[in-house]
């Protein structure tokens, strides 16, 4: 089975960094899509930011400008690096993959992952 391992979380002050790793070991997948999801509590899922086998990358609106994603195909690693944090982006932070072809309309979509890690919280305060 494919599992998604979330690491990186941590206590920060606004203005701080974090950088968020996601193990992908045996995820094969090459041509889908994988991302980035977070929830707060009482709050809905939102979804953070996206990468597809094609290079694209679509950013959610709250993070745009702050946070970079970028995928390790020889690591098998996903990465989020947060800069500039702030107390909203206090919340669960969930790595995601798909296990078919995805689009890049489809990045910040929930409903295009079908693998889930179980996340790593990171508090900003």
């Known amino acids: 089975d494919v599992q998604l391992v979330e690491s990186g979380g941590g206590s920060v002050q606004p203005g701080g960094s974090l950088r968020l790793s996601c193990d992908a070991s045996?995820?094969?997948?090459?041509?889908?899509?994988m991302g980035w999801f977070r929830q707060a509590p009482g709050k809905e899922r939102e979804a953070v930011a996206g990468?597809?086998?094609?290079?694209?990358?679509r950013y959610g609106d709250a993070v745009n400008g702050r946070f970079t994603i970028s995928k390790d195909i020889d690591a098998d690693t996903l990465s989020l690096q947060m800069t500039n944090l702030k107390t909203e982006d206090d919340a669960m932070y969930y790595c995601?993959?798909?296990?078919?072809?995805?689009?890049?309309?489809?990045?910040?979509?929930?409903?295009?992952?079908?693998?889930w890690g179980r996340g790593t919280q990171v508090t900003v305060s």
């Open positions: 995601a993959a798909s296990s078919t072809r995805c689009w890049p309309s489809a990045l910040l979509d929930g409903t295009t992952y079908n693998i």
């Open positions: 045996g995820y094969t997948y090459s041509s889908n899509c």
């Open positions: 990468i597809g086998n094609d290079g694209s990358i």
